[in-house]
Structures are given as C-alpha cells and as structure tokens.
Nanobody, 123 residues
Framework: VQPVESGGGSVQPGGSLNLTCTAS????????VGWFRQGSGQNREGVSC????????YYAPSVKGRFSISGNKDKKTVYLEMNDLTPEDTDVYYC?????????????????WGQGTQVTVSA
C-alpha cells in the first residue's frame, strides 16, 4: 500500500518543482495526504498536507506563500507545487497517506509512506 511519488530533481534558487503522490488502490485510510521532509532532526517535518473530505490544507511556516498543495480524490493523487525554492528546501521529500490529525496531516506512525524523492536547490 505504498504511495507512489514522482517529481523532484535539481533546480537553482528561485526555481520551481512539482511533486506528485498517488495513493495505492489498496489504501485503507485515504483521509489525508502529506508531504514531509527529513531535515536535520530525528522526526520528519510536515511540509504541506491535504485533507480529502473538505480540502483543508496545512503549510509549514517556512513554506507558506511559496508552496501550494491540491488533490484529486477520484485519482487518489495529490500535487505539491513548490515555487521560489531556496537551498534550505534541499531534502528528501516523503509522501504519507493515512488518517488525518489535528493539523490535517496524516499521523506519521500510522501512515503509509513513499520511498522519498530528492529535491536539491543549488546555484
């Protein structure tokens, strides 16, 4: 039931990239889809999330105004548009699908996780 990620890559500062996450047909809890990144801490940081039933979203303060998330329920697919990228956005981005928590993001410990896709921002 691992979601499938696509997109990512390398771009110069100020550039844009798009990420796509498609949940498996066998997913039991397609309630929320979120993009997380590893960062330097032990836990992955929630970057942006989308809640299926009402389209509610979440954005981390560091990406608000630059990233935009949207979804297609019929296709079980969520899109993350990343604009005005900076070197601080460089990381491995993971898609998670699962039950929504208070922030509209999936509970990390209960979610199905993708393998991750690399985003690199450098001059």
């Amino acid at each position: 039931v691992q979601p499938v990620e696509s997109g990512g890559g390398s771009v110069q500062p100020g550039g844009s990239l798009n990420l796509t996450c498609t949940a498996s047909e066998d997913t039991l809890n397609f309630e929320s889809v979120g993009w997380f990144r590893q960062g330097s801490g032990q836990n992955r940081e929630g970057v942006s999330c989308w809640k299926l039933n009402d389209g509610s979203t979440y954005y981390a303060p560091s990406v608000k105004g630059r990233f935009s998330i949207s979804g297609n329920k019929d296709k079980k697919t969520v899109y993350l548009e990343m604009n005005d990228l900076t070197p601080e956005d460089t990381d491995v981005y993971y898609c998670a699908v699962g039950v929504a928590g208070a922030t509209n993001c999936p509970y990390p410990s209960l979610a199905d996780w993708g393998q991750g896709t690399q985003v690199t921002v450098s001059a």
